[in-house]
C-alpha cells in the first residue's frame, strides 16, 4: 500500500499515542502534534515526526498542518484531567468543549488551506439524545441537554458538523464508546459501551482509506448504541489489539 501522509492532532494522547506507531508501521509518514516540548521525543519514539504546537494558536497551527503536507488530517484532541479525576472534571469540561469547538475549527481551516482531502474526528458515543435503545448513528444528538452535559453536547455537536460539512474535506465522525487499556484512565471495560484504546485506534487508521464520509459508533457490542455500520463500512473489529512487542 502506498503510505499517505497524515497530521495526527492529539499523538501524545490516550488514543494518539497507541495510534502514531500503527500508522508509522502501516507505512504512513506521521506528522504528529503535542504542546510538550518534552514530549516531542517520546513522539520521536513512537514513529511521529513531532510538532509542538496549541490548537488555539490559529496561526502557527496552519503553518504547522501546512508544513506536513498531509493528505489526512486526524483530530484525536481531548483536555480532560488523567484518570477522569471528579476534582478536576468541573473546570475541564468547558476547556474540553472549546478544543471541539473552537480547537476543531482551527483544524478544518488548516487543514483546507494545506489541501488536506480527508479529516477524521475523535467524537463519542453518548452524546444521543433519550430514546428508544441502541442507537443508531442517525438517531439525533442530545441537543436540548442542559448544564455540564449540555456544554459536552454544544462542543459534540459544534465538532462533528465542522468535521462533516466543510467541503472539500470527507469528513469521518469516530464516536467513541468508554475508553479502557493503556494510557487510559480504566484496565477494564465499563459496562455502558466500552472500547479498548488499541481498537479505537484502529478504527482512524481503517477510516484513512475506508468509509464514506459520515459519523461511526465504535464500541464493543452493547446494548446502548448498534457498531454495526463500522464493522460493515470500515472492516472494524473491536477485538483488535496491539501486540505487545510492538507496543
Ligand atoms: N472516549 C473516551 O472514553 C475518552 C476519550 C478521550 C480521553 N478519555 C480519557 O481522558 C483521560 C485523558 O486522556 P488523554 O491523555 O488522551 O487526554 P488529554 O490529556 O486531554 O490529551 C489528548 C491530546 O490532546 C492534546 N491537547 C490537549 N489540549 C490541546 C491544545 N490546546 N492544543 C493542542 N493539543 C492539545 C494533548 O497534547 P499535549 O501533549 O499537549 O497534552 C494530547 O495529545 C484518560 O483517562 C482517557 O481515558 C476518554
Redesign the pocket.
Known amino acids: 500500500m502506498m503510505g499517505y501522509r497524515i497530521f495526527l ?9 497507541r495510534l502514531t506507531p500503527l500508522l508509522h508501521s502501516a507505512g504512513h509518514y506521521v506528522c504528529g ?4 516540548e518534552a ?1 516531542a521525543g517520546v513522539l520521536r519514539s513512537l514513529g511521529a515526526d513531532p510538532v509542538v ?5 490559529a496561526t502557527a497551527l496552519s503553518r504547522a498542518v501546512a508544513a506536513a503536507r498531509p493528505d489526512v488530517v486526524i483530530h ?9 479525576e471528579p476534582r478536576l472534571m468541573a473546570q475541564a469540561i468547558p ?2 468543549a472549546r ?1 471541539r469547538s473552537e ?1 476543531t475549527r482551527n483544524l478544518v481551516r488548516a487543514a483546507i488551506a494545506a489541501g488536506a482531502r480527508r479529516l477524521i474526528a ?1 467524537s ?2 453518548w452524546a444521543y439524545a433519550p430514546g428508544p435503545e441502541p442507537h443508531a448513528e442517525s438517531d439525533p444528538l442530545d441537543a436540548d441537554a442542559e448544564g455540564d452535559r449540555g456544554i459536552t453536547l454544544r462542543g459534540v455537536i459544534a465538532l462533528e458538523e465542522l468535521t462533516l460539512q466543510s467541503p472539500p474535506l470527507a469528513g469521518i465522525v469516530l464516536r ?5 487499556g493503556p ?4 484496565a477494564q471495560p465499563s459496562n455502558l459501551s466500552p ?1 479498548h ?1 488499541d481498537a ?1 485506534a484502529h478504527a482512524a487508521v481503517l477510516a484513512i482509506t475506508r468509509g464514506g464520509p459520515g459519523a461511526y459508533n465504535i464500541a464493543q457490542p452493547n446494548q446502548h448504541i448498534a457498531t454495526e455500520k463500522a464493522r460493515r463500512e470500515l472492516g472494524w473489529n473491536a477485538d483488535f489489539r496491539i501486540a505487545e512487542e510492538n507496543a
Open positions: 492532532a492529539g499523538a501524545s494522547g490516550a488514543i494518539g499515542s502534534s503535542t504542546r510538550s514530549k504546537v496549541d490548537v488555539f494558536a484525536q484532541l481531548t483536555d480532560l484531567p488523567k484518570n477522569l476547556r474540553n478544543i480547537g475523535q463519542i458515543g467513541y464508546g468508554q475508553l479502557y494510557g487510559t484512565h480504566s472500547v484504546v479505537a
